[in-house]
């Protein structure tokens, strides 16, 4: 896929991303996961009648397969609607991307299915791609880290400032990037550190053990900022959780609903060093759900 023009918007959408200085008086950024199906154009709009100003959305059918070739004309018409109302949207890779996969012919489709998505992510608006780090399916942690880098690093080689952020996950089954160390073991293995960016979970955060509630969070940032830094949290999933924490269950729950509660939440949402990160909402709830939770986050910390 060749480099399309600049349009207009694009630097107040490169603008949008730029990281915050702790403590400022940044804007709260809080939106959905929502469709693609009609476009970026549509995707703007429906974050829009959702009162959110970002929206996260895949970059293809989240099972993976062939990608729907990208219409130039909603590209201008989306990147210029999202510009002028302040919205800024983040691309996530299908669930089904395993770049550390047993089985080496799924490993080569999740090469080229990053290395494509991370170039339709910025012709789609993105500054960012989020992606799951993959399970190692019995090959061991460790291993698992270590084929991560192997493959992140010529993807990353590549030409192109779309940034790839890695999730925080759960732990479940065989999945790596539990652990801050782990994550942190990548970021620095690739040798990349402009292309490489977490984006955290509170449910999957959660899930691995974290505390977040009160001084917890201040002692998890506090670790983060040591292992990996603050400021390439480049967004943040919110979500509460179905399970209690160290479950590595990963159940999301709408806000309030789960074990993390609403007072959990508010204290990461209104976190003083986490100013101007994009918050976006995976709750299991339709855009009524969402357009509520939307709602109830931007009264969490008022002013």
């Known amino acids: 896929m060749g480099r399309r023009r600049p349009i207009e918007g694009d630097a107040a959408l490169r603008e949008a991303s730029a990281p915050r200085e702790a403590g400022g008086a940044s804007q709260l950024r809080i939106g959905a996961h929502v469709s693609i199906a009609d476009g970026v154009t549509g995707a703007v709009r429906t974050a829009l009648s959702l009162g959110g100003n970002t929206f996260?959305?895949?970059?293809?059918?989240?099972?993976?397969?062939g990608a729907k070739a990208l219409d130039p004309a909603d590209l201008e018409r989306g990147l210029t609607l999202a510009a002028r109302h302040d919205v800024l949207p983040v691309a996530h890779a299908p669930y089904t991307v395993n770049l550390i996969s047993a089985k080496p012919e799924v490993r080569s489709f999740a090469r080229r299915t990053v290395a494509e998505d991370l170039e339709r992510a910025g012709a789609m608006g993105s500054p960012f791609l989020v992606l799951h780090p993959g399970s190692h399916q019995g090959a061991g942690v460790e291993a698992g880290l270590k084929m991560l880098v192997d493959q992140l690093r010529p993807i990353l080689d590549a030409p192109g400032d779309t940034q790839l952020l890695l999730e925080t996950m759960a732990g479940s089954g065989s999945e790596v990037g539990f652990a801050l160390e782990q994550l942190a073991s990548v970021l620095e293995g690739t040798g990349a550190p402009s292309r490489l960016g977490v984006c955290g979970d509170t449910c999957h955060l959660w899930a691995a053990g974290y505390e977040l509630a009160g001084e917890g969070l201040d002692r998890f940032l506090d670790r983060l900022d040591a292992v990996i830094g603050v400021k390439r949290l480049r967004a943040f999933h919110l979500n509460d959780s179905r399970f209690g924490r160290g479950s590595h269950k990963d159940r999301h729950a709408g806000l309030g609903e789960g074990e993390m509660g609403l007072d959990l939440?508010?204290?990461?949402?209104?976190?003083?060093?986490?100013?101007?990160?994009?918050?976006?909402?995976?709750t299991p709830q339709d855009l009524d759900g969402y357009r509520r939770e939307i709602a109830l986050v931007k009264s969490f910390c008022p002013g």
């Not at 990461?268 to 918050?279: I, K, S, T």
């Open 265 to 282: 939440l508010r204290g990461v949402v209104c976190h003083p060093r986490l100013a101007g990160v994009p918050f976006l909402l995976e």
């Open 56 to 65: 996260q959305f895949f970059t293809r059918n989240p099972r993976g397969g």
